[in-house]
């Protein structure tokens, strides 16, 4: 996508639907024509940019998921313990927020936005782990097992691990608050990842 008019119509329709969003606290109120007319283009032009709405879902909230944790790393671009902490932590205010503004008519959109922040959460977690492993290139070594990990699966892992606990958290009542959930997940995939590369200061855990 480097053609800038393509750039410009895409963010045009993005930022057409976010003002929707922000005006209705919905989603599924919105259709292809509010945005259309919102964003003063027509509908051939929604299509020639989005498959459907659907796609324009999975695309604003990537992008928005994608600023929330690009403001809370503040580019940091290794694994280390603190850097972790901080994209849990991310991840639990994110949900948080956001089911602050999810209707109940908005529920089954929930799959598609799951999705969405996993890949993310992958992404991020791939490049961490792609730079602690350089020697071993696609691949890392676990003691949990004698067959080699690759790093594809053990983000992929990471992010769910992170991801599941964080959306049943938010699912619910929220009893507990986000720093102590955090802090819980923080533990369990610490002690997974921690064979993989040393995590500093680890040992604030079992402290």
């Known amino acids: 996508m480097s053609d800038p008019r393509v750039r410009r119509t895409r963010q045009l329709l993005l930022d057409a639907f976010m003002e929707l ?12 024509q509010d945005i259309t007319e919102r964003a003063e283009v027509n509908r051939s032009t929604f299509y020639a940019h989005f498959e459907d709405k659907y796609a324009l879902l999975e695309s604003w909230m990537r992008a928005k998921f994608n600023r929330s944790l690009a403001t809370a ?10 850097n972790l902490q901080t ?29 969405c922040l996993q ?3 992958y992404e991020v977690l791939l490049g961490w782990l792609k730079e602690v492993t350089p020697g071993l290139p696609g ?17 992929m ?4 691990a992170i991801l599941g606990p964080a959306i049943q958290w938010s699912r619910g009542d929220q009893e507990y608050p986000a720093e102590e959930m955090a802090g819980q997940v923080m533990a369990v995939v610490v002690a997974a990842l ?14």
């Open 21 to 32: 969003v922000g005006e209705r606290n919905s989603i599924y109120t919105i259709t292809v």
């Open 73 to 82: 790393l503040a580019g940091a671009s290794s694994l280390t313990y603190e």
């Open 157 to 160: 892992v990471s992010g769910w």
């Open 194 to 207: 921690s064979p993989l590369v040393e995590l500093k200061a680890l040992a604030q855990l079992s402290s």
């Open 139 to 155: 691949v890392t070594a676990t003691p949990l097992s004698h067959r080699s990990v690759t790093v594809e699966t053990t983000a």
């Open 87 to 115: 994209l849990v932590g991310a991840v639990f205010v994110f949900l948080a927020r956001f089911r602050s503004f999810q209707r109940q008519v908005d529920k089954q959109y929930e799959p598609l936005f799951e999705v």
């Open 119 to 121: 890949q993310e959460l």
